[in-house]
């Protein structure tokens, strides 16, 4: 499946020019690895207003999957889940709940990770941590069910009830 993508960097070094944004790098290369035909990006600052300003844009020029990176753990300038709340208007947990349980396997710091996941009309929008390490291995818990969920969110699947049951569905 092919798609259109965003990868939104927060973070008040890399929108001054004082930081390369790595992470953003990182998550456009996976992107456009699992069928992403455009990949856009953007650097705001840890800025609510701006965050929001950038997701609703995003979302306008057709976006369909928006992954944040930054602004996640408990710094008192780390907005980017309020600010995604803010603009979604149909949570999917599930997603950031296995990010931090896959994370957590790894590192205990996991869990100060305060990421959200949810839908704005036809977008999916994720918000990521900010470390590229955390980012590549945020992106391998995604990654396999992608493709799936872009396509349930276009109304694009196949009736999902109609896979293969699984051995202990009894």
Not at 80 to 91: D, G, H, I, N
């Amino acid at each position: 499946m092919s798609y259109n993508a965003a990868v939104l960097t927060v973070s008040d070094k890399g929108a001054g020019g004082e930081r390369e944004d790595i992470s953003g790098a990182l998550l456009a290369r996976l992107l456009e690895e699992h069928g992403a035909v455009a990949v856009r990006r953007l650097i705001v600052p840890d800025e609510h207003g701006e965050i929001v300003a950038a997701l609703r844009q995003l979302c306008q020029s057709g976006a369909d999957l928006i992954l944040t990176t930054g602004g996640t753990g408990l710094a008192p300038r780390d907005v980017t889940p309020e600010a995604t709340l803010e603009v979604v208007t149909r949570a999917v947990p599930g997603i950031s709940e296995a990010i931090r349980a896959a994370s957590w396997a790894k590192t205990p710091r996991a869990m100060l990770s305060r990421g959200v996941s949810g839908i704005h009309g036809g977008t999916l929008i994720i918000n990521f941590p900010g470390s590229p390490v955390a980012c590549e291995e945020s992106f391998a818990v995604i990654g396999p069910v992608l493709a799936h969920a872009l396509e349930v969110l276009a109304g694009d699947a196949s009736d999902c009830a109609a896979e293969k049951e699984r051995p202990d569905d009894g």
